[in-house]
C-alpha cells in the first residue's frame, strides 16, 4: 500500500475514502488515542478485503489482490491521527 497520513479534527461519522494500490501482503499501522474509527479496504474486484472497528493503536495485516483499491476510514467525533506513513509493502 501506498504511504499516507490522515490527522486532524473530524465531526462523527465523516468518511474519509482514498485510492490507494494494494500489493499481495499488506500492513496497516493506525495511531489514535481515545478516538473510534472503522478502517475498510477494497479491492479492485470491489471485494471488501479488511475491515475492522478500532479504539486505539494497532497494527494489522491483510492479504488481497495487487493493483488499485480503496480505503475507507469512517471516523468518530475527537481528535483523529491516523498515521499510515507505517503502512508497508511485504
Known amino acids: 500500500m501506498a ?13 474519509l475514502e482514498m485510492k490507494t494500490t494494494l500489493k ?3 500492513t ?8 473510534k474509527s472503522e478502517y475498510i479496504v477494497i479491492d479492485s474486484t470491489g471485494e471488501k478485503v479488511f475491515s475492522e472497528t478500532k479504539k486505539g493503536d494497532t497494527i494489522r495485516s491483510f492479504e488481497s489482490i495487487s493493483g488499485e483499491g480503496i480505503i475507507k476510514i469512517v471516523l468518530n467525533s475527537g481528535n ?6 507505517e503502512l508497508k509493502n511485504e
Open 3 to 15: 504511504d499516507m497520513s490522515v490527522s486532524g479534527y473530524i465531526h462523527k461519522k465523516k468518511t
Open 24 to 26: 499481495e501482503k499488506n
Open 28 to 35: 496497516i499501522s493506525i495511531d489514535q488515542t481515545g478516538s
Open 80 to 85: 483523529h491521527d491516523a498515521n499510515e506513513d
